[in-house]
């Protein structure tokens, strides 16, 4: 693959890193780090919920800052980088997307389960409406094989996604995995191809790295890792190791590792670390947001949270049934038949 082809670095702190401090974004936060990854040369800043816009509830975490606010904060530091939302059909609605390009977002990044594509056409159509730009993501990419992908993925093109992603929302990827998807998606479809990972089996960087060899032109990144689970593959740190490869991305090395040491590592309620339940979500598979949740299911029922993450794993549990966590931490806290024995991974 030559090099010196243009990576472009999505950042989504304030969207991925949102999971990691429970959704307590100030907005003066949210101001003031939109402006810090300008100076830092960004080419895109995603503003969101952790489960996108209108996921603020009780079911997926209530947040501090609504997102009229939050996206009002992002947009009174930015004229050069452009603002993203992340939008979830069924968690985010038609007048949510309307809101958030009244207030300045013109990146859409319409996401689903892997297999439920279909489910993005009026969204993208809509975004297209509005003259924003179209990002399909497509969840839990590990759940299924690469055709599988590409016909998702098609899906997404043929609805107006000019770039469609691979998304390890589980961190359960491996790097060759990674390259059998990206490569056949670059293969096949006309419009870029990009890629988002999370650290769980601590192969975000690589993963990453293994995306943009395969072709893949768009990345996502946060701050410090910031993120569900275990983290994403840190923006600083991408942006090193593309400059090392050769690659060029137009951020700022110095200016984006003091961001992410001065404004970001502070904040960190849960700094992203590989421990023995974010190991759990990549082991079993599992999304990386189910991670707190878990914790507290946990804490409530006295058992484990690992032995919650692989029953929620072997029941092959997305995005969006975040219920299932307490309904398997209740099971789990029942006595066990005789003879039951212990998890183990």
């Known amino acids: 693959m030559p090099r ?6 999505i950042d989504t702190t304030l969207r991925d890193g949102s999971h990691a401090v429970a959704h307590r974004f100030t907005a003066a936060q949210v101001r003031d780090l939109a402006g810090a990854l300008q100076a830092a040369r960004l080419d ?7 489960d996108g816009l209108g996921g603020s509830s009780i079911q997926y975490g209530l947040a501090a800052t609504s997102d009229a606010e939050a996206l009002q904060a992002a947009a009174s530091a930015l004229t050069t980088t452009k603002l993203a939302v992340l939008l ?3 968690i985010g ?5 309307e809101l958030a390009h009244g ?13 439920e594509a279909d ?6 159509g809509l975004a297209r409406q509005l003259g924003m730009e179209v990002i399909g993501f497509l969840m839990l990419s590990h759940m299924v094989d690469a055709a599988k992908v590409l016909e998702q993925a098609k899906q997404m093109e043929s609805y107006g996604a000019s770039t469609v992603y691979v998304v390890d929302s589980a961190g359960a990827m491996l790097p060759d995995d990674v390259r059998r998807k990206v490569s056949l998606l670059r293969g096949r479809l006309r419009v870029a191809v990009g890629f988002h990972g999370h650290n769980n089996l601590g192969l975000a960087v690589g993963n990453t790295v293994a995306a943009v060899e395969e072709g893949a032109d768009v990345v996502d990144g946060t701050l410090g890792g910031l993120g569900a689970g275990a983290g994403n593959a840190p923006t600083e740190v991408l942006a090193a190791v593309f400059d090392r490869l050769g690659y060029q991305t137009g951020v700022n090395l110095y200016t984006v590792m ?3 040491e001065n404004q970001v590592r502070p904040i960190m309620t849960y700094p992203p670390v590989i421990n023995r339940a974010s190991l759990s979500l990549g082991y079993a598979g599992v999304y990386s947001s189910f991670l707190l949740h878990t914790y507290r299911a946990a804490e409530r029922f006295g058992v484990d949270p690992r032995d919650i993450l692989l029953e929620l794993g072997r029941r092959r549990v997305v995005g969006g049934q975040e219920d299932m966590i307490v309904d398997v931490a ?4 029942r006595p066990r038949a005789a003879g039951g024995g212990d998890r183990g991974i």
Do not use: F, K, N, Y
């Open 119 to 124: 489910i993005s056409a009026q969204h993208m």
């Open 88 to 90: 979830l059909p069924g």
């Open 330 to 333: 209740l099971e789990l806290s």
């Open 4 to 9: 010196q082809r243009r990576i472009r670095i």
């Open 44 to 50: 895109t800043v995603e503003v969101s919920h952790g």
């Open 93 to 97: 609605v038609r007048e949510d997307l």
């Open 103 to 115: 207030l300045g977002a013109r990146v859409a990044r319409i996401a689903t389960h892997v297999t």
């Open 258 to 260: 003091d961001v992410a």
